[in-house]
T-cell receptor, first 113, second 112 residues
Framework: GDSVTQMEGPVTLSEEAFLTINCTYTATGYPSLFWYVQYPGEGLQLLLKATKADDKGSNKGFEATYRKETTSFHLEKGSVQVSDSAVYFCALSAQYNFNKFYFGSGTKLNVKP | DAGVIQSPRHEVTEMGQEVTLRCKPISGHDYLFWYRQTMMRGLELLIYFNNNVPIDDSGMPEDRFSAKMPNASFSTLKIQPSEPRDSAVYFC??????????FGQGTRLTVV
């Protein structure tokens, strides 16, 4: 079945460091891919998305490229800030059942000043 | 729009009691989802609705759990009787067809 696997956390970085959170997926066809962010005490918020192969989603300095050949959608940011500390979830929705979302287990990011 | 609204934000109840969680989706969204989040199991999809009709309830853990959507602007998730292992954060989300999911702030349930 469809699924998402993302790197386990926590990930601890210093401010201005480069961030990569790995995400790979298993799905038939061409799913849509998402990154969500969850700040403490809040619900998940959409961070970025990509709906077809080779698309790059970007928002707030974060980027992720939909790689069909490696079934990956890694999240990157060139220079993290303390305010980026949160839990990040990779997710997919299936091509033939778009409105059913599959989430990864989440990766907690801690950014230290 | 105010977004997805869930109530209550926090609920503490005793084992064996009935618990009802409530959700108001974003107006115009056809899909509504209930998720449960725990440290051990992460984010689990319990059930989702399309146009008020349950489409997939395969994630509902036991018969103690039930969900309803009597109209387009309201849904409930009920646990009866509640058990300590039901303690979790329960999220409601809604979406348009082929759109991303918008989440509420969640209900933190503690069963003692």
């Amino acid at each position: 079945g469809d699924s998402v696997t993302q790197m386990e956390g926590p990930v601890t970085l210093s401010e201005e460091a480069f961030l990569t959170i790995n995400c790979t997926y298993t799905a038939t066809g061409y799913p849509s891919l998402f990154w969500y962010v969850q700040y403490p005490g809040e619900g998940l918020q959409l961070l970025l998305k990509a709906t077809k192969a080779d698309d790059k989603g970007s928002n707030k300095g974060f980027e992720a490229t939909y790689r069909k050949e490696t079934t990956s959608f890694h999240l990157e940011k060139g220079s993290v800030q303390v305010s980026d500390s949160a839990v990040y979830f990779c997710a997919l929705s299936a091509q033939y059942n778009f409105n059913k979302f599959y989430f990864g287990s989440g990766t907690k990011l801690n950014v230290k000043p | 729009d105010a977004g997805v609204i869930q109530s209550p934000r926090h609920e503490v109840t005793e084992m064996g009691q009935e618990v009802t969680l409530r959700c108001k989706p974003i107006s115009g969204h056809d899909y509504l989802f209930w998720y449960r989040q725990t440290m051990m199991r992460g984010l689990e999809l319990l059930i989702y609705f399309n146009n008020n009709v349950p489409i997939d309830d395969s994630g509902m853990p036991e018969d103690r759990f039930s969900a309803k959507m009597p109209n387009a602007s309201f849904s409930t998730l009920k646990i009866q009787p509640s058990e300590p292992r039901d303690s979790a954060v329960y999220f409601c989300a809604s979406s348009l067809p082929q759109g991303e999911a918008f989440f509420g702030q969640g209900t933190r349930l503690t069963v003692v």
